[in-house]
């Protein structure tokens, strides 16, 4: 069930049902998660089940302040410290080295823990209220688009889960990914929080993931197909989706678009959608446009690939694996 998130009361019995090693959606800035209570490796299992993840695949774990970090890391780089207090609380997870002992099922068994201090204000509020770090990936079955409405969540698992409702998410697109267990930082998935900003926050040059091969933590997120809607994802330049549409003419039909400007020959078989100028703006629409797409039983969906600039590396990278 769908229950405000800004009420008092919905926000004490999420509490109490994660005390009770129970399952519960909560809305971030980002996405919404599927949330556990990180210190029970079998409510962890739950939420492996349910989503149909690999249990070696580790979750992020949420916690309420920066001052959890040591209840979960062993040790924090200089760095690393620095991007908490540049970015947190906000849509930045940083992976270090975990703590013997803790979260042990979350972290999908690895010596390494993600971590992340949401910003939103009910993923607040519900981690304050049931004081203990949650464990929460994308609340949508593995592999495909993350939601950013509680009807998102909702579709993908039903009437019996417990949905705290905060609207839609505003970042839209899942937490910027910082590795800092490899004695400097490697970005594992760009988000929100671009490369650049990364940078300038701790001072130091990202370290390529191809360059920290060896012992590469698993990463879900990071697989080559990934948040794939049931259509077919095509990406293409205005002018290749122009001169496509043109040539289909009236015999276009079951077809999605997603670009910046409305196309001159679309005809009653293509379905439409304005992709926003500022990839903030675009960021925010991307998950619900491709659900809504969907929705309609069209059998492709067609983007308008948005430029290849630092801005836009998060939309870009999604936009890929949703293609793939
Ligand atoms: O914005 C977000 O990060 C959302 C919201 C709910 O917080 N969560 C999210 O979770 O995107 P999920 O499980 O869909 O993606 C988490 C990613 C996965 O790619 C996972 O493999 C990676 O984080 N990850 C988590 N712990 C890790 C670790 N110890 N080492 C390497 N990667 C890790
Ligand atoms: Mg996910």
Not at 2 to 17: E, K, N, R, T
Request: hydrophobic fraction near 45%; charged fraction near 20%; glycine fraction near 8%.
């Amino acid at each position: 069930m769908i229950l405000p998130g800004s009420d008092p009361a919905a926000i004490a019995q999420a509490a109490l049902q994660l005390r009770a090693g129970e399952l519960v959606a909560l809305p971030t800035e980002t996405v919404y998660g599927l949330g556990a209570d990180a210190s029970q490796d079998s409510a962890v299992a739950k939420v492996f089940a349910a989503k149909g993840r690999p249990a070696e695949h580790p979750l992020i774990v949420h916690v309420a302040s920066k001052a959890q970090v040591s209840d979960y890391a062993a040790s924090v780089p200089a760095f690393a410290q620095q991007l908490i207090d540049a970015f947190w609380p906000g849509p930045l997870t940083l992976i270090l080295p975990r703590r013997d002992g803790v979260a042990r099922a979350a972290a999908g068994g690895q010596d390494s823990i993600g971590l992340r201090c949401p910003s939103h204000p009910v993923a607040q509020a519900l981690l304050q209220a049931a004081a203990t770090g949650v464990a929460a990936p994308s609340a949508n079955q593995f592999g495909r688009v993350s939601p950013t409405t509680a009807e998102h969540v909702q579709a993908e698992f039903g009437e019996d889960l417990l949905i705290l409702d905060g609207g839609p998410c505003p970042v839209g697109i899942e937490s910027t990914i910082v590795d800092c267990t490899r004695g400097a930082p490697v970005l594992l998935r760009p988000g929100h929080i671009t490369r650049e900003q990364v940078e300038t926050a701790c001072g130091q040059a990202l370290l390529a993931p191809e360059a920290a091969t060896e012992a590469a933590p698993r990463a879900s997120g990071t697989l080559e197909s990934h948040y794939a809607p049931r259509a077919r994802v095509r990406l293409m330049s205005a002018n290749e989706l122009n001169q496509r549409l043109a040539s289909l003419g009236v015999h276009a039909h079951n077809l999605g678009l997603w670009s910046r400007q409305r196309p001159l020959d679309a005809g009653a078989g293509v379905l439409w959608r304005a992709q926003a100028v500022l990839a903030a703006e675009a960021a925010q629409q991307l998950f619900a446009v491709l659900r809504e797409l969907d929705s309609h039983g069209v059998q492709q969906i067609w983007v308008e690939l948005p430029p290849d600039t630092p801005a836009w590396e998060g939309v870009r990278d999604r936009l890929k694996r949703a293609a793939a």
